[in-house]
């Protein structure tokens, strides 16, 4: 599109929009300088820790379930694995944790490939 075809209604709306686009940068910047401020939840607390201080996959994925509010998908878990830090040590770990919400009678499929906690009033065992 050429410059000179546009109208000063068009001008109007490309403004809008760049005022648009500019305060959700500043809104943007804003949320990721609290982030930085922000002390390290226990999601984010398992980096840097050595393999036998983490929990074990039981306790995290029971951990990450109680605190959803809806079921996840294995996709889903393991992405929160991941943001959690837990360190995998399987060369396919989607392929671990799928075995191990099919199996570990702690979880349970209410919905193809949805998982919740059976019991989610019990602690969770090692």
Not at 30 to 52: E, F, M
């Amino acid at each position: 599109m050429n410059l000179n075809e546009l109208n000063s209604d068009d001008v109007r709306k490309i403004l809008k929009i760049r005022q648009k686009i500019e305060a959700l940068e500043q809104e943007l910047l804003t949320i990721a300088r609290q982030a930085q401020k922000r002390k390290p939840t226990d999601a984010s607390s398992l980096r840097g820790l050595p393999r036998r201080q983490q929990p074990s996959l039981r306790e995290l994925v029971g951990t990450i379930l109680r605190k959803s509010t809806k079921p996840m998908s294995v996709q889903d878990i393991y992405e929160a694995t991941l943001i959690s830090g837990y360190h995998w040590r399987s060369q396919e770990p989607i392929n671990a944790l799928n075995v191990k919400m099919y199996t570990d009678r702690t979880f349970k499929k209410i919905a193809p490939g949805q998982f919740v906690l059976r019991n989610p009033n019990a602690p969770i065992r090692k």
